[in-house]
């Protein structure tokens, strides 16, 4: 999965950049020439570092490789604010998946900050090429949401499947043969 961490943001600051690398994933955004990874305590915080977008955030694998999406954290951003995200996930032929998930407003993280939620996609989030996320609370001044925890499962390309094949193959072949010597 994709968790920021290995970004090293020391607590209370944030760096702000056009595009974010983490986890084998690129994270940009369509509507504003920029993201924020942090972990100020102004934000919504649940003890890490996390993503912060304007509007939307895209992200696919930096190698192109395909991918499921079972579930990430979501929060809003100021702390009146929390309304509806959506995620939506195109697949390897341009078609699209999408679902909204609407935060719940309350205030109830370590010390009166927004807290995050786990949102949980279903099972036809498979053989993804890449995933926006996008705030679209009408009443949103910022359009300002955080994002962590994307639980992201690599899609094993054709080849591995051959390879695991063929193991299997050549591993009864010598079990076989093995057989024979001892009869």
Known sequence: GVDF???????????VSASVT??????????????????????????STVLGAHYDVIFAGIDSSLFSLSSLDLAGFPTSREGTIQ???TFADSSTIST???LDGVVDGSDGRIDFETFS??????????????????????????????N??????PETYVMLLVGLGLLGFMVRGRKETIV
Request: proline share 5%.
């Open 152 to 157: 992201i499962i690599p899609v094993p390309e």
């Open 5 to 15: 961490e290995e970004k090293g943001i020391p607590l209370n600051t944030q760096k």
């Open 87 to 89: 995620v939506i996930g």
């Open 100 to 102: 909204t998930f609407t």
């Open 22 to 47: 983490s986890g084998g994933f690129r994270f940009v955004s369509e509507e504003v020439d920029h993201l924020h990874i942090g972990s100020e305590q102004f934000w919504a915080y649940n003890g």
């Open 121 to 150: 996609l279903g099972a036809d989030w498979i053989n993804l090429a890449s995933a926006r996320i996008v705030n679209t609370d009408p009443n949103s001044n910022t359009g300002i949401f955080h994002v962590d925890n994307i």
